[in-house]
């Protein structure tokens, strides 16, 4: 255990230099041979090997917590990153199926306005040669007109 003493009794020289040793000491950056060096040289605060081994030790769980609390944010951020790319799936695939449904009714749509424009040109085409066929049996014109008015053209 290292026990650190601060005479109350006294007033600091220097704050600004308490708060830059406590900055150091708790400084993610810098390491703890930095750290050891720094409170010798500017703080004039004698180490020893125990205190070495604490700070690494302290370094060491600090990374620990840090590198939790890192993956727990990372956890999550992946499960959003899931959840959106899982709706992003879901709306797309809604949009793509509708998109088919409307394609395939557009071309069923398309083919049966064909069909009816087939069966019209043939269904012309046979009202044509059934004129045709009532001329060649010796119906007149006014007969055949007569017909077609109550039969219809189609």
Excluded: C, H
């Excluded at 109350?8 to 390491?31: A, D, G, I, R, T």
């Excluded at 085409?125 to 219809?152: H, M, P, T, W």
């Amino acid at each position: 255990m290292v026990n650190t003493y601060i005479n109350v009794n006294e007033e600091p020289k220097n704050l600004s230099n308490l708060f830059e040793l406590l900055y150091v000491l708790f400084s993610e950056k810098v390491k703890v041979d930095e750290k050891l060096n720094i409170m010798k040289e500017r703080f004039g605060i004698r180490t020893t090997e125990e205190i070495r081994e604490r700070m690494l030790n302290i370094e060491s769980l600090l990374d620990a917590v840090v590198n939790r609390e890192l993956n727990r944010i990372l956890g999550e951020k992946l499960a959003i990153i899931d959840e959106l790319n899982e709706q992003y799936r879901r709306e797309w695939k809604k949009e793509s199926e509708e998109q088919m449904q409307k394609r395939v009714e557009e071309q069923v749509q398309k083919r049966a306005e064909e069909e009816r424009k087939k069966a019209k040109a043939e269904s012309r085409l046979k009202f044509e040669s059934f004129l045709e066929d009532l001329r060649n049996s010796g119906y007149s014109e006014e007969q055949i007109a007569e017909l077609v008015k109550i039969y219809g053209s189609n």
